[in-house]
């Protein structure tokens, strides 16, 4: 059983930058990061597999945000930079066994989230 779990949320302005982490021991998984803001849809930000070395990411955070994990500690990281208040949501880690995957339908196991709140 894997019970990913976020940290590093919190309240930022526009243009900081921010580190989520999610704990998450248990198989090889690939994991993911999503995020929900109220109102809307559960939105794919990135992907990184069990080995580190394939990594995908959605157009609306390439090149601001960077998906990373270390397997010593069970951690995966979301870097993010640059962010703007449209960032606000609820980001969540999810742990699965398909590579580079964007669908939430294909992680099995999720967090609890932790919110984001980027002022203007």
């Known amino acids: 059983q894997v019970q990913p779990v976020e940290s590093g949320g919190g309240l930022v302005q526009a243009g900081g930058s921010l580190t989520l982490s999610c704990a998450a021991s248990g198989r090889t998984f690939s994991m993911g990061w999503f995020r929900q803001a109220p109102g809307k849809e559960r939105e794919f930000l990135a992907t990184i597999s069990w080995s580190g070395g394939s990594t995908y990411y959605a157009d609306s955070v390439k090149g601001r945000f960077t998906i990373s994990r270390d397997n010593a500690k069970n951690t995966v990281y979301l870097q993010m930079n640059n962010l703007k208040p449209e960032d606000t949501a609820v980001y969540y880690c999810?742990?699965?066994?398909?590579?580079?995957?964007?669908?939430?339908?294909?992680?099995?196991?999720w967090g609890q989230g932790t919110q984001v709140t980027v002022s203007s």
């Open positions: 999810a742990a699965g066994s398909l590579v580079n995957s964007r669908r939430p339908n294909d992680y099995d196991y």
